[in-house]
């Protein structure tokens, strides 16, 4: 009788121990893209380059700033929800409508432009702007949310 009583004890301990697991598994932080676990971005440790997944992240933060720097036409085929369109051949006219106390992310269509101006601001004494690498093709690709 004391060999099943230890018996139907461990087996007690070996499924409370498979449910706390499993539930610490399951809450342990957010799926992203690919099933992978989502870390929390810290935008003031950002590098320069960032990748799509690292802006979909931070995007809706209240001291974030997705800045698009593509021509307006390019802009109204498709953007990232909330982000200002300064074109960048009018960014040193329009430096006064960039934020200094918010991370900035520039995006443009492929990365290219936006590496430019990401360099041009940062010359300026902007300290807080980075650059999305791959641009709209790389974050529709990704499949994330865009706005016309």
Known sequence: MKNKTVHAQLWIAVLLSLVVILSLAACGGQTAPGGAVA??????????????????????????????VREDWEYQEGHIPGAVLIPLGTIPNRL??????????????????????????????????????GGMIDWTKAGYETER
């Open 39 to 68: 870390e929390a971005v810290n935008p003031a440790e950002l590098p320069v380059n960032v990748d799509p997944a690292t802006v979909e992240q931070i995007r809706n933060r209240d001291d974030v700033v997705i800045l698009d």
């Open 96 to 133: 006064d409508e960039i934020p200094r106390d918010k991370t900035v992310i520039a995006v443009c269509r492929s990365g290219n432009r936006s590496s430019q101006a990401t360099q041009f601001l940062r010359s300026q004494g902007f300290d807080n702007v980075h650059n999305m690498t």
